[in-house]
């Protein structure tokens, strides 16, 4: 093979690999040329273009002569970049060529990381024609590489660029469900692939539905049940199985590996035998499944929240009959923790009084910020009186919701809160928050918390490890003692559903509630337009943390919110 046809071979297998099959055929056509007139390299290419026999196939031409002015090279490079990620480091790791890695794509379907990691468990590449055991082997051992390749985005953001890709998928005709999977749909904090999975038998027209929508418009590959397209510089990918098959799919692809291994071992010790597309009987036929209920269910196993899904004590918790009923979105009745234009949110007080209300909230509370933290802008002590004018205001426009007037202050250097007494017993509710940490060590910290959670006044500390998911960890404090302390002062913990920080985490939310305490899930929403979606981020994080309905302040009725902050005021 001449290094000239060898090129057109592998871009050939590119545009396969893109699920491009008629441009893959004009590129064969374009090798035959080549090889019928003895073109060895571009400058043959050049020569043979400038005076090209009568009669010859003009697209063929076309691509012989983009090859020779582009260079070969150039456009091999811009069509690596444009492939599915995971496929484009394998072919980068030297793993495979590309003739191969199109053969394993054209022979199984691969489009990620996942389906090659069950290929070459299940042996499957071996046996495809120019792919030997070796082959096989180097595929395997560059797989641990390929994951920690994928960079990470914060959970906010996947959630905000699939949002629309899943609306518009669940209005596509012939489409049952729709679900993201992997870490997205496990509502992990930083997530690897975005992929999506959207049941229907008429695959085509979803994917219409998604082309049609104006941010999505770059395609990397696009196969008959497969889409992968860019979306802000993101990868997304979205499989569209036929609604018989496609619980198997969500419950593969929603993992944790962890979990799904885990679930095969139990499967075995039930005379079962689970794989990617399914589960199967002793005899080898596939066990009809219309939900991921009914493979937990032919396992003898209620429904595992994919939150949970970590391949730690939930099989065995399940097996006994032990899964908690995790918080849902139906039991919140309020939000205690939001901004308004009188410090740094965007909005009016009376559009997130009117979002509360149309999210169905029984109660709410502004809570901006005080004098000396770092937001933005902040409220004096004057303007506190002059927002419970405000709010006083909307309570007669808006009777159907209850409006607490709170504030969320700073917890000062010395321990002390950042209004004076006499101010915050003024106010319904009173959240206080670390947000400077002043150079103090996780004692000193410690010492501030501790000063805040025995103020009576005090009901609720806010994102209490102040991390920032993307950039910056929490403070490194003895959480058990600080959980200890909020359960006995009777002081509420906030898992924070603001993307950026999702604090406390599913981890230390589950101590947290062990040690006794109470949490609040909250939105910290500073806009309208997000107060539903960040309290579906804490929501998700609460459930990752195994918390119940029971251990949520903002699951309760007011009356009981209320008894609540009066208990702890009582304590003065
Ligand atoms: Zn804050
Ligand atoms: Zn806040």
Request: charged share 25%; glycine share 8%.
């Given at each position: 093979?001449?290094?000239?046809?060898?090129?057109?071979?592998?871009?050939?297998?590119?545009?396969?690999?893109?699920?491009?099959?008629?441009?893959?055929?004009?590129?064969?056509?374009?090798?035959?040329?080549?090889?019928?007139?003895?073109?060895?390299?571009?400058?043959?290419?050049?020569?043979?273009?400038?005076?090209?026999?009568?009669?010859?196939?003009?697209?063929?031409?076309?691509?012989?002569?983009?090859?020779?002015?582009?260079?070969?090279?150039?456009?091999?490079?811009?069509?690596?970049?444009?492939?599915?990620?995971?496929?484009?480091?394998?072919?980068?790791?030297?793993?495979?060529?590309?003739?191969?890695?199109?053969?394993?794509?054209?022979?199984?379907?691969?489009?990620?990381?996942?389906?090659?990691?069950?290929?070459?468990?299940?042996?499957?590449?071996r046996i495809l024609p120019g792919i030997d055991e070796a082959t096989e082997s180097a595929v395997g051992d560059s797989l641990p590489n390929l994951r920690t390749r994928i960079p990470r985005i914060p959970l906010g953001r996947a959630?905000?660029?699939?949002?629309?890709?899943?609306?518009?998928?669940?209005?596509?005709?012939?489409?049952?469900?729709?679900?993201?999977?992997?870490?997205?749909?496990?509502?992990?904090?930083?997530?690897g692939d975005i992929e999506l999975i959207a049941a229907t038998d008429q695959p085509s027209a979803a994917i219409d539905a998604v082309l049609g929508l104006p941010d999505s418009s770059h395609v990397l590959h696009r196969g008959e049940?497969?889409?992968?397209?860019?979306?802000?510089?993101?990868?997304?990918?979205?499989?569209?199985?036929?609604?018989?098959?496609?619980?198997?799919?969500?419950?593969?692809?929603?993992?944790?590996?962890?979990?799904?291994?885990?679930?095969?071992?139990?499967?075995?010790?039930?005379?079962?035998?689970?794989?990617?597309?399914?589960?199967?009987?002793?005899?080898?036929?596939?066990?009809?499944?219309?939900?991921?209920?009914?493979?937990?269910?032919?396992?003898?196993?209620?429904?595992?929240?994919?939150?949970?899904?970590?391949?730690?004590?939930?099989?065995?918790?399940?097996?006994?009959?032990?899964?908690?009923?995790?918080?849902?979105?139906?039991?919140?009745?309020?939000?205690?923790?939001?901004?308004?234009?009188?410090?740094?949110?965007?909005?009016?007080?009376a559009a997130m009084v009117a979002a509360c209300c149309a999210l169905g909230y029984e109660y709410m509370a502004i809570t901006d910020h005080s004098p000396t933290s770092a937001a933005s802008r902040n409220l004096t002590i004057d303007?506190?009186?002059?927002?419970?004018?405000?709010?006083?205001?909307?309570?007669?426009?808006?009777?159907?919701?209850?409006?607490?007037?709170?504030?969320?202050?700073?917890?000062?250097?010395?321990?002390?809160?950042?209004?004076?007494?006499?101010?915050?017993?003024?106010?319904?509710?009173?959240?206080?928050?670390?947000?400077?940490?002043?150079?103090?060590?996780?004692?000193?910290?410690?010492?501030?918390?501790?000063?805040?959670?025995?103020?009576?006044?005090?009901?609720?500390?806010?994102?209490?490890?102040?991390?920032?998911?993307?950039?910056?960890?929490?403070?490194?404090?003895?959480?058990?003692?600080?959980?200890?302390?909020?359960?006995?002062?009777?002081?509420?913990?906030?898992?924070?559903?603001?993307?950026?920080?999702?604090?406390?985490?599913?981890?230390?939310?589950?101590?947290?509630?062990?040690?006794?305490?109470?949490?609040?899930?909250?939105?910290?929403?500073?806009?309208?337009?997000?107060?539903?979606?960040?309290?579906?981020?804490?929501?998700?994080?609460?459930?990752?943390?195994?918390?119940?309905?029971?251990?949520?302040?903002?699951?309760?009725?007011?009356?009981?919110?209320?008894?609540?902050?009066?208990?702890?005021?009582?304590?003065?």
């Amino acid at each position: 093979m001449s290094p000239f046809h060898h090129t057109l071979a592998q871009l050939a297998s590119l545009a396969t690999i893109r699920g491009n099959v008629a441009e893959a055929e004009i590129w064969s056509r374009a090798i035959d040329l080549v090889r019928a007139h003895h073109i060895e390299s571009e400058p043959d290419a050049g020569l043979f273009l400038q005076d090209p026999p009568p009669g010859l196939d003009p697209e063929t031409l076309e691509r012989l002569r983009r090859t020779y002015e582009a260079g070969g090279w150039v456009l091999l490079e811009s069509g690596l970049a444009d492939l599915p990620a995971d496929l484009r480091w394998l072919f980068e790791s030297g793993a495979v060529t590309l003739e191969q890695l199109a053969t394993i794509h054209r022979e199984l379907g691969v489009t990620s990381a996942a389906d090659i990691v069950d290929a070459v468990r299940e042996q499957k590449l071996r046996i495809l024609p120019g792919i030997d055991e070796a082959t096989e082997s180097a595929v395997g051992d560059s797989l641990p590489n390929l994951r920690t390749r994928i960079p990470r985005i914060p959970l906010g953001r996947a959630v905000g660029l699939v949002v629309r890709l899943l609306a518009s998928l669940r209005a596509a005709p012939g489409v049952t469900w729709v679900a993201p999977v992997g870490s997205l749909r496990r509502g992990q904090d930083m997530v690897g692939d975005i992929e999506l999975i959207a049941a229907t038998d008429q695959p085509s027209a979803a994917i219409d539905a998604v082309l049609g929508l104006p941010d999505s418009s770059h395609v990397l590959h696009r196969g008959e049940r497969r889409l992968y397209v860019t979306t802000n510089h993101v990868q997304i990918g979205v499989r569209l199985p036929h609604p018989a098959n496609a619980a198997a799919d969500l419950l593969h692809l929603t993992g944790s590996r962890a979990h799904f291994e885990a679930l095969q071992a139990h499967a075995a010790s039930r005379g079962f035998s689970l794989h990617a597309d399914g589960l199967r009987a002793n005899d080898g036929t596939l066990v009809p499944a219309s939900s991921e209920s009914d493979i937990y269910g032919a396992l003898g196993l209620p429904l595992i929240p994919p939150e949970i899904r970590e391949g730690g004590e939930e099989i065995t918790r399940a097996i006994r009959g032990e899964l908690p009923v995790l918080v849902s979105r139906d039991h919140i009745r309020g939000d205690l923790h939001m901004h308004s234009e009188w410090s740094d949110g965007r909005d009016p007080i009376a559009a997130m009084v009117a979002a509360c209300c149309a999210l169905g909230y029984e109660y709410m509370a502004i809570t901006d910020h005080s004098p000396t933290s770092a937001a933005s802008r902040n409220l004096t002590i004057d303007s506190v009186k002059k927002q419970a004018a405000e709010i006083a205001r909307l309570r007669e426009r808006y009777p159907q919701i209850v409006i607490l007037h709170g504030c969320e202050t700073d917890i000062l250097p010395d321990g002390r809160l950042d209004f004076p007494d006499e101010v915050l017993q003024q106010l319904d509710i009173v959240l206080a928050s670390l947000h400077e940490r002043a150079g103090h060590t996780p004692d000193q910290l410690m010492e501030r918390y501790a000063a805040a959670m025995k103020h009576p006044l005090v009901t609720l500390i806010t994102h209490p490890t102040n991390r920032l998911v993307a950039t910056r960890s929490g403070y490194d404090l003895d959480y058990d003692r600080l959980f200890d302390m909020a359960a006995e002062t009777g002081t509420v913990l906030e898992i924070d559903g603001a993307p950026s920080h999702l604090d406390l985490d599913g981890a230390l939310a589950r101590r947290a509630v062990a040690a006794g305490a109470t949490v609040a899930i909250d939105s910290d929403c500073h806009r309208s337009d997000m107060l539903g979606r960040q309290m579906n981020l804490g929501i998700l994080t609460a459930r990752r943390g195994w918390v119940e309905r029971r251990h949520v302040l903002n699951t309760r009725s007011f009356a009981d919110v209320q008894a609540m902050i009066a208990a702890k005021r009582a304590s003065r």
